[in-house]
C-alpha cells in the first residue's frame, strides 16, 4: 500500500508547475511533474498515479489527447483527470468531457477550489483501487477454490475408479485374473472411445464401466468357472450365463457409468457376424461399449499366458485382431484399435512391460 496519493502535474511552463506544487505542497501528497503529453504519459507508464493535473494548451500532444490515450487504455482509465485550464468557451470544455476528462479548473487557479477538487477525486480513486483490489482478491480466491474443489474431483474420480477395480477384481479373483488385467482392458477401451472422437465424456464412461465386464462369472459354480479342462455342452452354457448374470447384478442403477457397465456385461461376448453370445446379436445391433470392449477384452486374453495355451506378443495379438475384423469385431473398431499401437503398448507397458497371468475362460 502507498504511503501518501501521487499527484501529476502536466504543464510546458514552468512557473505554472511551481504555483501548484506550493499550493499542494503543504498536504500530505507525493508531487511529479511533466512539462509535455509525451513526458506525462511515460510517467504514467511506469508509476501509480492516483491524479493528474493536466494543461490544455501544450506543444506536441495537448492535454485532450492525452485525456484520450490515458483513457482508452484499461489500465490507466480510473486515474482521475483534471484539465488546468484558460479556455472558458463552453464547446473547449465539451471537448474536454468527450475526451474523458473528470473535471476542470480554470486558470488563475484559486487554493480552496483546487485543493476541494483534488480531494474529491482522490476518494474517487481511492475507491476505485480499494474496488479494483477486491475484485482481484475475489478472482484468487475464486481460482484457489476452483482448484481445490478440481483436486478433490480428480480424487473422488481416482478413489472411485480404485473402488471399481477392487469390486471387479472379486470376479477376476476367482478367475485367477490379476487387477492388471481390468485396468489395462478398461484402458484399451478408453483408449479405442478417444480414437472415435466418441462425445459426452464417453471415454471416461466405458473406463469406468469396463472393468465390471466379467462380474458375472461370480455367479458361475467353481466347478466350472475352475475346471481345468474343456467344458462340455452344458457347462459352456451355464459359462455364457455369466453375461445374463452380469446384466442382472448391475441392473436398476440411476448411475450413467453402472448402465454402461450393464450393457458391456451383457454384449461383450457378442460377435459382429452374428455368431457371439449370449444373444447372437450381429453388426450394429451390438451396442458400441460392447463392441470396444469386445476388441480391449480378447487382445488383453491374447497377450496373457492361460493354462490352455502361452501369452502371444504384441504383434502376434495384432494380427489375430486384424484377422478377426468383419468377423468377430466390428471393422471400424479394429481400425481405430490398430491406429492407436503406440498407445496401447504404452498401457501394456505400464503394467511391468508384460500382461498377467490368467486362468479363466471367456
Not at 119 to 128: I, M, T
Request: charged fraction near 30%.
Amino acid at each position: 500500500m502507498k504511503d501518501k496519493p501521487k499527484i501529476l502535474i502536466v504543464d510546458d511552463d514552468i512557473n505554472n508547475i511551481k504555483l501548484l506544487e506550493s499550493q499542494l505542497e503543504r498536504y500530505d501528497y507525493d508531487l511529479v511533474t511533466a512539462m509535455n503529453g509525451d513526458e506525462a504519459l511515460d510517467i504514467v507508464a511506469h508509476n501509480d498515479i492516483d491524479l493528474i493535473l493536466l494543461d490544455v494548451m501544450m506543444p506536441g500532444k495537448n492535454g485532450f489527447e492525452v485525456t484520450r490515450c490515458l483513457k482508452a487504455d484499461d489500465n490507466t482509465r480510473v486515474i482521475p483527470i483534471v484539465l488546468v485550464t484558460a479556455l472558458t468557451e463552453k464547446a473547449e470544455r465539451v471537448k474536454g468531457i468527450e475526451a474523458g476528462c473528470d473535471d476542470f479548473i480554470s486558470k488563475p487557479v484559486d487554493s480552496s477550489e483546487l485543493l476541494a477538487r483534488v480531494r474529491a477525486l482522490l476518494k474517487v480513486k481511492a475507491y476505485s483501487d480499494h474496488m479494483r483490489d477486491h475484485e482481484h482478491e475475489l478472482k484468487r480466491e475464486v481460482a484457489s477454490r476452483t482448484e481445490e474443489i478440481y483436486k478433490a474431483l480428480m480424487l473422488l474420480e481416482e478413489t472411485s475408479l480404485e473402488t471399481i477395480h477392487r469390486l471387479a477384481m472379486v470376479a477376476e479373483y476367482r478367475d485367477e485374473y490379476t487387477g492388471s488385467h481390468i485396468q489395462r482392458m478398461s484402458r484399451y477401451a478408453a483408449a479405442v472411445a478417444q480414437k472415435l472422437h466418441m462425445n459426452n465424456g464417453f471415454d471416461k464412461a466405458i473406463l469406468y464401466a469396463a472393468p465390471m465386464h466379467d462380474i458375472g462369472k461370480t455367479g458361475i459354480p467353481d466347478k466350472i468357472l475352475l475346471k481345468p479342462g474343456k467344458l462340455d455342452s452344458e457347462e459352456w452354457e451355464t459359462m455364457k450365463q455369466h453375461t445374463v448374470i452380469g446384466a442382472k447384478i448391475l441392473n436398476g442403477s440411476k448411475q450413467d457409468y453402472i448402465k454402461l457397465a450393464e450393457v458391456i456385461a451383457l454384449t461383450h461376448h457378442e460377435k459382429w457376424d452374428g455368431t457371439g453370445y449370449p444373444r447372437g446379436l450381429k453388426g450394429e445391433e451390438i451396442p458400441i461399449a460392447g463392441r470396444i470392449t469386445a476388441v480391449a477384452d480378447v487382445f488383453d486374453a491374447l497377450i496373457s499366458e492361460r493354462p490352455y495355451k502361452p501369452a502371444y506378443s504384441a504383434k502376434e495379438s495384432f494380427t489375430i485382431i486384424e484377422k478377426e475384423k468383419g468377423k468377430h469385431f466390428d471393422p471400424d473398431i479394429v481400425d481405430a484399435f490398430l491406429a492407436i499401437k503406440k498407445d496401447i503398448l504404452a498401457i501394456v507397458n505400464e503394467y511391468n512391460g508384460k500382461a498377467s497371468r490368467t486362468g479363466g475362460r471367456r
